[in-house]
């Protein structure tokens, strides 16, 4: 009998074997940059609360308890007291400085302020210790000794009743007007008294006011050199070299220097033996603020594998107070604070500071980010201060992490009928997470509702990375293969979790039968 042509419309397919792939782990991060017809295999198109480490993601960290007690007010600061004998711990929350240096009871210890956004430095003397606060109002340059706190006297022109910003550099502490281009200077290892003006606002060809300043030992080539960055809310970063203001031999102006528009007063921060500048285009390190053209930066930002999902957020949140920048080097992670919605919803992008691979948190109501010794904490809208690391759920809340493969063709360019996963997990014995397949490039995502584990007795005794954990009868491996469809040359695998319990996800197997449609 003759060969019969198939109807048309119809899918005549040719007998094939099922093939089977690695499924490599998601060790690049998130890549919010690259279109997804060219995105590399261990890159994810989303990575939702799962943290790319050496060998796979994990579920983020668990927040716990620490102060909630300061009841109904918003909790926009945090700031560590760290002498050489001591260290003491506060929140500030609309009229008040809160110590919680103790876990429990909030014990207020500062009243009658008119807000709660502060910038604050350590100031170390010889004799004696100081946490230097400035909340650009009317509350003046408020500092703890380590007794108490104190108002500083401030003379020679500056207001103190509108400081924005405070900074140390070589022994001196440095302060900023709020809609001003100057900045001032204290007298050597002082905390109050006279205030010299830094006569900076004719440098700025922009114009706009000083945002952050930032103190920064750099190699310039020839040997190590102290400088002074000052930055302007119009994208200019004047910098300065030199240990004394008032000697013209030792102090000298290095070069006014475009950048992106920063966000926020807390937009500074020392990272490695660099200093990262948050803008509207992503993360800058001053290194590079020294040698590149603006509009060259962001090809060089820090943040560049998620410009994309950055560029996003400036333009719709960037206006919002709660930016902010931390590094958390307990676990190796840096972090970049999103507030979706001001005293609300907050995201956060985070960073392995040894990978380079980005993913994001979600659930944590973060309106500001703080650490203590190697614990980080955060500070809510709802007026709680809650420790990270010390659970893997939020106060009984199981977390939920997504991750979206990016799309792969396995090397193999034919259509394909997918047929099956099987993901590498550690995990609660008795769990499986929800798994799909996306197909043709598409780039939505749906919404998905992943079972939950609920395992009880889950505790954090911290080790300083997943490989500490001791994987015990509590935790088991799983090479179960789940059911996936579709025909199409490539797939986005995903993968769903929630749970209160350690989950690890490395990568796996797929399996699929190709070249036989057409």
């Known amino acids: 009998m003759g060969y019969i042509e198939p109807k048309r419309g119809t899918i005549r397919r040719k007998s094939t074997k099922a093939e089977t792939k690695a499924v490599p782990p998601l060790v690049g991060g998130w890549n919010a940059r690259d279109p997804l017809s060219a995105m590399d295999p261990t890159d994810a ?29 918003y909790v926009e600061s945090l700031m560590t007291y760290a002498s050489p004998s001591a260290t003491k711990q506060f929140a500030a929350a609309t009229t008040a400085i809160w110590e919680i240096t103790s876990s429990g009871a909030a014990t207020s210890s500062l009243t009658g302020l008119t807000n709660g956004r502060w910038q604050h430095a350590m100031f170390t003397l010889p004799s004696i210790s100081h946490l ?39 022994n001196r502490l440095w302060l900023c007007e709020d809609n001003s281009l ?16 830094l006569e900076t606002s004719s440098q ?76 509207v285009q992503g993360l800058i390190p001053m290194s590079e603020v020294l040698q590149r053209a603006s509009s060259a930066q962001s090809a060089v930002a820090i943040t560049d594998k998620i410009k994309g999902a950055f560029a996003r957020a400036a333009g719709l949140y960037g206006s919002n107070h709660g930016w902010q920048i931390i590094e958390y080097p307990k676990r190796g992670l840096l972090i970049i604070n999103v507030p979706v919605v001001e005293r609300g919803t907050t995201h956060q992008y985070v960073m392995n500071t040894k990978t380079g691979a980005w993913c994001r948190w979600t659930g944590l109501d973060a309106n500001v980010l703080g650490l203590s010794g190697d614990a980080l904490y ?3 809208s709802d007026g709680e201060v809650r420790v990270l690391d010390e659970a893997f759920d939020d106060v009984g809340i199981p977390i939920d992490g997504l991750a979206v493969h990016a799309y792969n063709t396995y090397g193999d360019p034919r259509v394909k009928r997918w047929l099956r996963f099987q993901p590498q997990m550690h995990k609660p014995e008795d769990y499986k ?86």
């Open 45 to 73: 198109v989303q990575l939702d609360n799962l943290t790319p480490m050496d060998g796979g993601v994990e579920l983020r960290p668990g927040s716990s308890e620490h102060a909630d007690t300061i009841s109904g007010l």
């Open 132 to 170: 230097a606060c400035v909340n650009n109002s009317a509350d003046g340059l408020r500092y703890y000794n380590g007794s108490g706190w104190s108002t500083a006297s401030l003379t020679g022109g500056i207001s103190n009743t509108a400081l924005a910003n405070v900074c140390v550099h070589m």
């Open 182 to 197: 100057d900045v001032y200077y204290l007298d050597l290892q002082a905390i109050t008294g006279a205030a010299t003006k």
């Open 433 to 518: 997470p929800l798994v799909d397949l996306l197909l043709n490039f598409s780039p939505d995502v749906p919404s998905y509702s992943p079972p939950q584990s609920i395992s009880t007795g889950w505790t954090w005794d911290p080790p300083t990375a997943w490989e500490d954990l001791t994987w015990g009868s509590e935790i088991f491996s799983t090479f179960d293969w789940l059911s996936i469809s579709g025909h199409a040359v490539a797939g986005a695998l995903v993968v769903a979790v929630s749970a209160d319990s350690p989950i690890q996800y490395n990568g796996g197997l797929v399996s699929y039968e190709a070249g036989g449609i057409y």
């Open 204 to 279: 700025f060809q922009r114009g706009g006011k000083v945002m952050a300043m930032a103190s920064w030992t750099r190699d310039g080539g020839s040997g190590m050199d102290d400088v002074l960055a000052i930055i302007s809310s119009n994208g200019e970063v004047l910098v300065y070299s030199g240990t004394d203001p008032e000697d013209a031999t030792t102090w000298a102006k290095v070069g006014l220097f475009a950048i992106p528009r920063p966000i926020g007063r807390r937009c500074a921060i020392k990272f490695g033996g660099d200093i990262a500048i948050l803008t």
């Open 378 to 380: 955060l500070g809510r």
